[in-house]
């Protein structure tokens, strides 16, 4: 009954046996292996982008600020959310990277708006040099909070940041758990709509720890390159990186194991429903923010049940509400949903 | 008819003398003036705190972000309120100099309360080592919306930063039109209500270019004459400052032109409320917001008054009204003032 | 044939075993993962250090930069060789990790003497603040040009930075060759010499993608998770690292390796000798530096030998000899050293 | 009988006359004053480029680092030589503000030539992304030992710098002190050699502190406008900074005034090589670096001289001898020379 987080399961077995295929004989290291030139080809298909740079990192982070300081000068400011990761959950790298570049938070709330985007643009840039100038727009798909903007929903954000002439990225760490909740296409999903940089996450998805990088326009993605080695993120023995990815892009298992989470996710919610839970926000993906009283929260926990108190702890009356957040990841077991819910 | 700013102001014919009488000889550079040691020695005996260190800069920029830096580790977030010179007016650099540091948001207004500054406190560091990590509060004396924190009001902000270990740094660009607002000693207004270090401005109220930045623990200071050079702000003809501050500090000319400055607002806020404009804050000191109707202000710029409009243009309907800033330097004549108020 | 890199060769059949067993229900991430105590209490045990820090990462790099950056101040330098790796190899990630601190270049040989560290000490930190100021020392273990520091060395070098009062960096890459090579035990090429932090290669000897980083005085580690998840190197799936160094840890897998590696080049060498190879450093670990003629160099590259020239190329008289670099990782079979040296 | 520094020195009195008269009512802050329409125009003329972007600082180190900054990435090395003050006299700012972009020292000498400047780009970017790549230029005009580049010399390093693309910054510190030796116009000191951007001094030969920045392709000054608030070098009251280079660049101030420090330095050697002194370098410019007795260089401070030592102390055998730096200002008495002649 372990619903903390898509980081806590364990790889896919295809996964695994990839990198048994790839540890043998020897290898040209710093991503000059043969599976990184088919990952490229692979995801150029995927994403009809004959011109796209494809790059792989290990941690999401990475992806993340590797991608925005590439889009960001250091006077600038990125826009996203408040909830959003590279605000929340990157311990200031993002203006690390970016050379102490700001992040001006659009809205508390999960999903910026056209309005909300337009009302914070306006808001830099209105006293020259003084004040940090306009940047890069960075969306979060899956949000932190469970839900997917809609295709019409990229494209009306995409829409306001280019017609400020701000490129636009896309932490997709749950990329795949989005695109199937969609069901467009990974280009409706990104350039189609506007996007310039995306970060498409494996690490959650079912991988060890792998994460590309991709840029639709090539130039953007010239300085890429050295970023990348001065973070530190490049890894000699990249075969070990590439070859998760290919075999997270072989035979669609990055669609499967994020149908699967989201349908063991979707049986979650169902049963939290009916057991009168409440939902701050819709659960579109493999993500739940339901509020349950106390007392039944005690006794999940008391049962064995793993997942985060989001708003409150165990200390007060019993009957109150608390809302937690479960998060159902492509490993989690039937029998493991199902007798959480019979707890319920 | 100028209330653009009180930097658009000429210094003090002090000042310029002081300027003319260390123009001779030879001097040591760097900071080892003898001036610069009776700075020291002033600054000690004005703020009751012996062991103060004092060093100068020549932007008000440069001391907030200095001082600031000295305080705050990359991983840290610096608590101030929107509207601060630090968030709004320095175009990053405060995390530029902060190594990428972060600036957290406490409030939209023009003060902290404790009530908003502990909510921002306890907003950061909820998540271990993936958020950022709180760091130095930094108050603004007097506050970018002309009103001023009363001791009470600063005891009670660095008593919410000392509950948590959080050092304290005072922005006081307009330091000296606080204090005679206040009518408190400089000690009362800094350390005895628990300021660690400050930026006490001299630009801005009738010198050409100097700022002190004071640390009351010296030991908090070590690492600042290193950030000074680093920062390519360490003067090598240092006489040209220490002889504004000097002079600054000398037969108070810091008090009475920050008194002369703050009668003249109060005799010009005097006049616009007499006129019928609504005041958005108190005016406590050099700084006036007031909303007039567009006519009005249209019929005060023909006639050359020069001020900034705040909220809004002169687009819309005549009778509607917009906010508008005035500031009085220390060399604002009565007869402009009266002229202006004559024109209302 | 391939003695291109210690990076170039397969992970250790026991690493991806361990990769297997990990991979299994849910294990708490960012480095909270148990198999991570377990690393810790190793290497406290197997150095002799039971107060001592120990953090996994996933490049030898990020170890470097990570470790260094706690260790100096922006305004400092960090002495080290030409040739080493993090003046060499990593692309200013160590300016940028440590906000913009200085390299220099004790010496342009493979090893730092106390006679020309000393030098290069003294010739910083003489002009006041002007300068950089003295930072830490980063010794290279095995030197990049596969020679081995004698513990005398290390301790004559550790002894002359102690004397300034400045911390040592141990850039352990090949840790362990060097440590089967000199015959020591791990303390007393590190803290008992007067090491203070350890870059603790994994990668090069058998593991996919692992290095420790380990400080000796828990003190001095206090920032650096900080400075890790803010490099966006705290792995979310951490079980990965650890189930790598723990294998490597197991059963003297480490030792083992270096041991492997060590011997196979030590039967190149020796072949290479025979052959009338000249040595520009006695390798004295799992690397060779070897001139041979072109016509040799062409001859074993038509025959599919893999290995880097040095200091030129082929394009020249078939008789000039040109130094290339020879490295054996642990995998390297005998059959390919042998048919290598039969071809000679 | 003051030779330890040109920065030790008075402004000329046109300077302070011309704060006085620039101290008079209300002027646009942040370089919207007319005198910087004039100034700008003043330096398009001078040297003869219509199109250059033109901007004013107030110290030399922010010059150097903002305009080095302006043409750096943070994985590339800037060329210089070791004594250059951008090495050993700005305490890593050029470092800080290049986001951790690395030095690479060509020589140790005062010049960089063709062969040694060819050298040491070529032993940069041998390594793809691994190693740092190859960045601007920079040249001290007149150097750091007193010499200055000749034209051809000066040409001969652009083309070097511009047969790899690589951009040249000049920091010209002395800058008149180096055209008034050279006696070519100021266009053949700079971008007719092939220098794109320089450092103009004002504060070391008659100002009190303030340097121009010039880019001759107004491209590459695009962003130095950001950089230079954000480094917390952008005046409020910059009127004074405008006042002071107006003065500079009136009625030739700025030529009279080299012309005047060059011409005593030129009568100063002249007095010491009748001496018996031994130059290091030929001093061209207003340094000397002399070698004298210990015995004399005592004699000279008991009599109340005042200059630095530069390669040793007092301590040693009184008829030894220690090389000693004389720098002239423009304000030195022909009675202080002669008197420090007439003890020699």
Redesign the interface.
């Known amino acids: 009954m ?1 619903f ?2 898509d ?5 896919s077995p295809e996964i ?1 046996a990839a ?2 295929a790839a ?8 991503g000059a292996d043969d599976e990184m030139a088919q990952i490229t080809a692979r995801i150029r298909d995927i994403f009809e982008a004959p011109e796209a740079a494809v790059y792989l ?6 992806a ?3 991608a925005l300081s590439t889009l960001t ?5 990125i826009f996203c959310t408040g909830p959003a990761h590279i605000n ?6 993002p ?9 001006t ?1 659009v809205t508390k709330e999960d999903k910026m708006t056209p309005a909300s985007l337009r009302a914070a643009i306006e808001g830099e840039e209105t ?7 306009r940047g890069p727009v960075s969306i979060t798909q899956v949000t932190e909070f469970g839900t997917v903007y809609s295709q019409e929903e990229l494209r009306a954000l995409c829409d306001v940041a280019k017609s400020y002439g701000l490129p636009v990225h896309l932490d997709g760490a749950r990329f795949a758990n989005a695109l199937v909740s969609l069901g467009c296409t990974p280009a409706e999903m990104t350039w189609k709509a506007g996007v310039d940089a995306v970060s498409f996450g494996g ?2 998805n079912g991988c ?2 792998v994460e590309a990088v991709i840029f639709f326009d090539p130039r953007k993605a010239q ?1 890429f ?13 990249h075969r ?1 990186l590439s070859a998760q990815m290919l075999a997270y892009l072989t035979d669609d298992l990055w669609l499967r194991n994020a149908r699967t989470a989201n349908t063991k996710a979707a049986r979650l919610a169902e049963g939290l429903r009916a057991a009168g839970a409440d939902f701050s926000h819709d659960p579109q993906a493999n993500m739940i923010f339901a509020a349950l009283p106390r007392a039944t929260h005690q006794k999940l926990f008391d049962a064995g049940a ?1 997942y985060h108190l989001w708003d409150g702890d165990l200390d007060g009356p019993a009957d109150e509400t608390v809302t937690a957040r479960f998060v159902c990841d492509w490993s989690i077991g039937d029998d493991q949903i199902e007798g959480f819910l019979n707890l319920l």
């Open positions: 372990h903390a987080s980081n806590s399961g364990p790889a695994l990198l048994g540890n043998s004989g020897y290898a040209m290291g710093y990192v290990a941690t999401g982070t990475a993340n600020v590797l000068q250091p006077w600038q400011t929340m959950d990157e311990c200031n790298a203006e690390f990277y970016a050379g102490g570049a700001k992040l938070l006293r020259g040099v003084h004040g940090p100038q690490t959650k060890m720890g300085e390159e050295y970023r990348r080695k001065r973070g530190a993120h490049l890894f000699s023995k070990y793993v």
